[in-house]
């Protein structure tokens, strides 16, 4: 197990460094270049200034040097200007030259310095974790019991009306991209204008106008049931579906399995069954689906977040890439490809542990 | 002129019936899901003498009682639909009209279902799509979709205005809007926003249908290329394993790690495209179908040289031809053929996005054969080509693909899907597609700023992808039920 764990770490490494590389290398090429010079210089910029702007900051090495800058392994390119002025990859402001690091880079723990926000990456980045991770916390809570329940109570009776009812739901909620139900929603249920909300209001049911909010901005300090609801709801919803089908396609094969007859014909209540024989095993494939579902749900985050103008992790990714904000990009995708592979990891060890037959063996 | 209502006239007599109808239903399926938690459910029995006893205890009854409202229900809609096509607009509102304009889309429709359920027995496992509901319904919304794309993009049928004009006085206007100054004699249908206009004044109706074409055009095509590149590359990689099988499932690994959309903004973004790695990556995926097709038809002909080299010669010609038609194109990167021989040229938004689509499907489709190609090579009549002595190629090709039909089918359904919200999303960030395209992302893109206050032109392209997606996947569901019933 030590070794399986260890080899996963190391091709999780191996990964890592391709990818960012490769980000690296897209982010870097002359015309992304041009117009992060442009825009952190001025739009009139000439070609010359452009060229010396980026020659004075390092950024016309090849690519392999700037990369192993970034990581660290070799000193931060510096130039100081005829007035005196130290420009360079380590510079940062409010920092004198005389303090600034030689190395500056992953292996040193320095993220970089973000050139939209004007302020360290870590630190900013760390921000939007944060909220990211709210939501997550709270589309985990919706999502996961929801799409168990439905799975099972769809799985545990294959053919019958229920099922087919709960399939369809589920079929329907795949079908469902968040920019579409995000959209959907909003419409309905956060608008002064038209759905629920004036009829509600009408009725009384209601103080405001709306039900919902259509932004999420007050969220990030305070979330509360109105301004935190679509969101959470829009990302949980296209997850839900996938989760919901693994669950009933194990449960509905628990279901036929041996022993679950054996107890049938010796007469254990049907609720028994479910609840004491079948749902521990029938849980276990599920338990890997949600894990891997963490990728696919960081780019629910991405849209939701763009949709419901919530600045998590998924807002700064467009907007790094907007903005071709490099050191942001790369640290967005190691974060990005951390939490890909890392799952994948907790989704193996996890299926071990859960299934005896795999443990003991 | 006046606006037109969702009902016009004929609504005073069918909207109070519809409602009753729909209130009647809803109550009896709130009653039949209370009634199920207490009564027995209803058992026909069946006699000794083969005679069946029908159950008509009170669930049994509930159960009619549901069926005939929602059959009532779905009557009274045909209703509003075919009334629709046959009166004028003023008599049937928005729905009849929309009805109408969608009528050789009906036509089409009502044509393929006779036939393929009279014919269903002799059509394989298509003819047994008609055995199941699921089916049945996927396949009708998909079908839908693909007609109105035929429809609008052949013969310009369907669309009401031009999809890119501006009317002047049309911004933003609620859904069944008469067209300013317009002459009732003249323009029938034209002279309305069927269903509004949006923030620039254009025929939310018909950028939704125009936005099709593009969107039924794009899924398949590209669906079709990443499983191209996915069997000819994992094909091999899960039946000869080792270390081709260690890099090439890296490399799918490592594109699978990337979230889509960062993938997206990095290839896709203007800068990247002017420097032309979206070519030159259309320019490796696209030769995968060349290869794939070459070693299909080498493997099974190689030993009848006289029939294979003129075959393959004239295929691979053909195919190279369109391959460079397709790559190369007067301005891009790649320019290499001259303009008299190019066949046709590929838009560079619509390119960049087909390639980025293709690439980021790729690795699944390859993740997917390779699993079903190692599972496979382990089954008897692969042992049986092997000590027969075919060769490799042939074995991946002839023996082991065929027998893997069944899930790649309805995972090809699934992809379809998968890719059009895909490019939903590409258009949701404004990537690749201009700005003014029709598309269904970009246009859920446009309206989704003034959403609360003026939510159809937003609503109506995410409804429309809705159903198409929602009709793949039904679609592929029945797909997956039919073939394991074999």
């Known amino acids: 197990m030590g070794l399986f764990i260890l080899r996963r770490v190391g091709m999780m490494i191996v990964t890592a460094i391709c990818l960012t590389f490769i980000v690296f290398f897209m982010t870097n090429l002359y015309p992304n270049l041009e117009k992060l010079a442009k825009s952190q210089g001025n739009f009139r910029m000439s070609d010359e200034a452009v060229a010396s702007y980026l020659s004075d900051r390092g950024y016309l090495q090849p690519a392999p040097i700037k990369y192993a800058q970034w990581l660290g392994l070799m000193p931060g390119y510096k130039t100081v200007k005829e007035d005196g002025k130290t420009v360079g990859k380590c510079v940062r402001p409010g920092v004198a030259p005389e303090d600034m690091p030689r190395y500056c880079g992953i292996l040193q723990g320095d993220w970089g310095f973000s050139t939209v926000a004007k302020a360290p990456v870590a630190e900013t980045l760390g921000k939007r974790l944060k909220n990211t991770g709210k939501l997550m916390f709270w589309v985990m809570v919706v999502m996961v019991p929801s799409a168990l329940v439905i799975g099972v109570l769809a799985g545990m009776n294959e053919g019958s009306r229920t099922d087919r009812s709960l399939s369809t739901v589920s079929i329907l909620s795949t079908a469902t991209p968040e920019y579409v139900s995000g959209v959907i929603f909003i419409a309905l249920l956060a608008s002064t204008r038209n759905g629920l909300g004036p009829i509600l209001h009408e009725w009384g049911w209601i103080e405001g106008k709306a039900l919902f909010k259509g932004t999420a901005k007050t969220a990030m300090d305070k979330a509360t049931f109105q301004n935190f609801t679509l969101p959470v709801l829009t990302v949980a919803l296209y997850g839900m579906g996938y989760i919901a089908r693994m669950t009933r396609a194990s449960m509905a094969e628990v279901m036929t399995a041996q022993y679950v007859r054996t107890a049938r014909l010796k007469g254990v209540s049907f609720r028994n069954i479910v609840m004491k024989h079948a749902l521990r095993n029938a849980l276990i494939a599920p338990f890997t689906v949600i894990m891997l579902q963490f990728p696919w749900l960081l780019n629910g985050v991405v849209i939701v977040e763009t949709l419901f103008s919530y600045s998590g992790f998924g807002w700064q990714l467009v907007n790094a890439a907007g903005n071709n904000d490099i050191e942001m990009l790369l640290a967005v995708s190691v974060v990005s490809v951390f939490v890909v592979l890392v799952t994948q990891l907790i989704s193996d060890i996890g299926y071990v542990y859960l299934n005896p037959r795999i443990r003991i063996s | ?486």
């Not at chain 2, 009896?28 to 006893?53: C, E, H, R, W, Y």
């Not at chain 2, 809609?77 to 009849?96: D, H, K, R």
């Not at chain 2, 069927?194 to 939704?208: E, I, K, T, W």
């Open chain 2, 1 to 486: 002129m006046e606006n037109l209502t969702w009902t016009g006239s004929l609504g005073s007599i069918l909207d109070p019936v519809f409602q009753i109808v729909a209130v009647v239903f809803l109550l009896l399926v709130a009653l039949q899901f209370v009634t199920s938690l207490v009564l027995a459910p209803a058992s026909d029995k069946i006699n000794s003498d083969g005679t069946i006893t029908l159950d008509r205890g009170p669930s049994a009854l509930i159960g009619m009682a549901v069926r005939y409202s929602f059959l009532a229900l779905l009557a009274i809609c045909l209703a509003y639909l075919i009334l629709g096509m046959v009166l004028s607009s003023e008599t049937t509102g928005i729905i009849g009209t929309v009805s109408a304009q969608f009528s050789p889309v009906w036509l089409a429709l009502v044509v393929t279902f006779l036939l393929s359920i009279v014919y269903k027995r002799r059509l394989g496992l298509y003819g047994k799509l008609f055995d199941s509901m699921i089916g049945m319904i996927g396949f009708g919304l998909v079908m839908f979709w693909v007609y109105t794309a035929l429809f609008v993009g052949l013969f310009d049928l369907i669309a009401t205005q031009d999809p890119l004009s501006q009317l002047s006085g049309m911004k933003n206007k609620l859904p069944g809007t008469a067209v300013r100054g317009a002459n009732p004699e003249e323009c029938g249908s034209a002279c309305y926003y069927l269903l509004g206009g949006d923030n620039l004044a254009r025929d939310v109706f018909s950028r939704m249908v125009t936005g099709s074409v593009i969107v039924i055009v794009i899924a398949p095509f590209a669906t079709l290329f990443a499983f191209m590149v996915g069997i000819t590359l994992g094909l091999p990689a899960g039946y000869f394993g080792g270390r081709l099988d260690t890099g090439l499932s890296f490399l799918a690994n490592l594109i699978l790690a990337f979230p889509v959309i960062l993938l997206f903004y990095l290839l896709v973004t203007p800068e990247i495209v002017a420097t032309g790695i979206p070519n030159y990556m259309g320019m490796v995926l696209f030769v995968f179908p060349i290869i794939f097709v070459g070693v299909l038809l080498n493997s099974r002909y190689y030993t009848r040289p006289k029939l294979r080299n003129p075959l393959l010669a004239g295929v691979l010609i053909g195919m190279f031809w369109i391959y460079l038609s397709g790559i190369s194109s007067a301005g891009s990167v790649i320019d290499v053929l001259p303009g008299t021989l190019d066949l046709f040229n590929i838009p560079g938004g619509i390119l960049v996005v087909f390639v980025s689509v293709v690439f980021v499907n790729s690795p699944t489709v390859f993740r997917i054969v390779r699993g079903l190609a190692m599972d496979i090579q382990t089954r008897d009549y692969v042992a049986a080509a092997q000590t027969r002595g075919e060769g490799p190629w042939y074995i991946m090709l002839w023996e082991i693909l065929p027998n893997a039909r069944g899930p790649l089918i309805v995972d090809f359904c699934l992809r379809i899907g998968y890719t059009t919200i895909l490019l939903g999303t590409l258009g949701f960030f404004g990537l690749g597609l201009p700005p003014e395209s029709p598309d269904w992302g970009t246009t859920i893109n446009d309206g989704r700023k003034l959403l609360s206050i003026y939510p159809h032109p937003a609503l109506v392209p995410a409804f429309s992808l809705l159903s198409l997606v929602l009709g793949l996947n039904l679609l592929a569901d029945g797909l997956r039920e039919e073939s394991l019933r074999d």
